[in-house]
């Protein structure tokens, strides 16, 4: 994916976030970027293979999430590792506004990278995700209208996968993540 000049995000990092493009990812570059996270009453639930995965113990996988976690977990309960599985006690289920590290798709099921290094570091707010990547492709079309005019004449490499289903996906979650801003916040 084109990186913009003096943009701190590369596209793919951006791309990355959003849970909806996993398996775009998994079909063109047969990479399974996250796992899936059960929600079963008040924990999140992960295989035991994500502590694996982070190279963490139970202990500093609680201390990863008390650093990136929202205000979704429940700091006052201690995360347990049993029957192969991670228990995370949770305040209330996360959301696409305080989600990170969580991922969440837009049938509001819920993703934990498998890598996350992938990132490097910088998980955001997906509606920030959004913001950014709308940007960034506003800045390549205004540009970079040779290379976009051929990305969509002769449909070469894998950007144009990824912006076509990226802004399918847009212009249903960012439309309900401002609704679901605006009615949290008032």
């Not at 998994?26 to 639930?45: A, H, P, R």
């Not at 990547?133 to 144009?160: K, P, V």
Request: proline share 5%.
């Amino acid at each position: 994916m084109k990186h913009v000049s003096g943009t701190k995000y590369k596209m793919s990092t951006l791309l990355i976030q959003i849970a909806d493009l996993h398996p775009l990812f998994c079909k063109i570059f047969n990479q399974e970027l996250s796992i899936q996270v059960q929600l079963k009453k008040n924990d999140l639930v992960l295989p035991s293979s994500v502590l694996d995965l982070y190279h963490m113990t139970p202990n500093r996988f609680e201390q990863y999430l008390e650093n990136h976690s929202s205000s979704c977990y429940d700091r006052s309960k201690r995360i347990v590792e049993k029957e192969n599985q991670v228990v995370i006690p949770l305040i209330h289920a996360p959301t696409s506004l305080s989600s990170s590290p969580w991922l969440i798709d837009g049938k509001g099921t819920i993703f934990l990278l498998k890598n996350r290094s992938l990132v490097n570091g910088h998980l955001l707010p997906e509606l920030a995700i959004h913001y950014l990547i709308l940007y960034n492709l506003s800045m390549i079309s205004r540009y970079e209208a040779e290379w976009w005019g051929e990305l969509f004449h002769t449909f070469d490499g894998t950007d144009l996968p990824f912006i076509i289903k990226y802004l399918e996906v847009a212009v249903l979650k960012i439309p309900h993540m401002i609704t679901t801003f605006l009615n949290h916040e008032s």
